[in-house]
């Protein structure tokens, strides 16, 4: 338990669907992040948020939409996904300044059908 | 930009040493940190260099050099678990505190 706690673990959807990936950290820290991780490719950072306030979206399709409701809970709502979302999503959280790195949940596998 | 290189894979024998490198060129720097990652499991921190040298933490050392760009994480002693994925991650510089991830390095330990 790493203090990062991201549900579900698993998740398959339909291109229709709209469901919803939920993050909570107790440590803390007042930034946290959504990144993307797929086969042999660097994490890409999808969205940052630093006191709960959006700070960054690496150009990210709308059909991704980040909420951050509080320093300590992140969501990221899906909709009319396509095969090629389906990913490793691992949400982190950092203190916004200072020396630490980040603290990683054990993410969401998404597959897309 | 940042551009961060390391190997795909490396296999190595138990009882061993291996060495991963990266690479990187990146828009300021203010630390690289090495993360270990197991299949299915959060990626989890191992070790941070923000100066030039060695930084030794049991059977695992990480090395950094400002001036080359370069950084490299020792493991001593491979045990079968050490069989997992390597990230290697750098911090930009001036208020820039997020992470660029190189594509990680896949190690597998053999009997």
């Known amino acids: 338990e790493t203090g990062v706690t991201q549900t579900p673990r698993h998740l398959v959807m339909g291109m229709t669907n709209k469901k919803s990936l939920k993050c909570e950290q107790h440590l803390g820290h007042n930034a946290m992040y959504w990144y993307k991780q797929s086969a042999k490719k660097p994490l890409e950072l999808m969205f940052v948020y630093s006191l709960e306030e959006r700070v960054e979206n690496n150009s990210v399709p709308s059909r991704f939409s980040p909420e951050c409701p509080n320093s300590s809970h992140l969501f990221l709502h899906l909709h009319t996904l396509q095969p090629e979302d389906s990913a490793l999503y691992l949400c982190?959280?950092?203190?916004?300044?200072?020396?630490?790195?980040?603290?990683f949940g054990s993410g969401t596998r998404l597959t897309v059908v | 930009g940042q551009n961060i290189d390391q190997p795909t894979e490396m296999t190595a024998t138990e009882g061993a040493i291996v060495q991963i490198n990266c690479t990187y060129q990146?828009?300021?720097?203010?630390?690289l940190f090495w993360y270990q990652q197991h299949a299915g499991e959060a990626p989890t921190f191992l070790s941070y260099?923000?100066?030039?040298g060695l930084e030794e933490k049991g059977r695992f050392s990480s090395f950094l050099s400002r001036s080359k760009g370069y950084s490299y994480l020792l493991l001593k002693e491979l045990q079968m678990k050490d069989s997992a994925s390597y990230l290697c991650?750098?911090?930009?510089?001036?208020?820039?505190?997020?992470?660029?991830f190189g594509a990680g390095t896949t190690v597998t330990v053999r009997a």
């Open positions: 260099n923000v100066l030039d």
């Open positions: 982190a959280s950092s203190q916004e300044k200072g020396i630490g790195g980040y603290t």
């Open positions: 991650a750098v911090r930009g510089g001036g208020d820039d505190y997020k992470l660029s």
């Open positions: 990146t828009s300021g720097f203010n630390g």
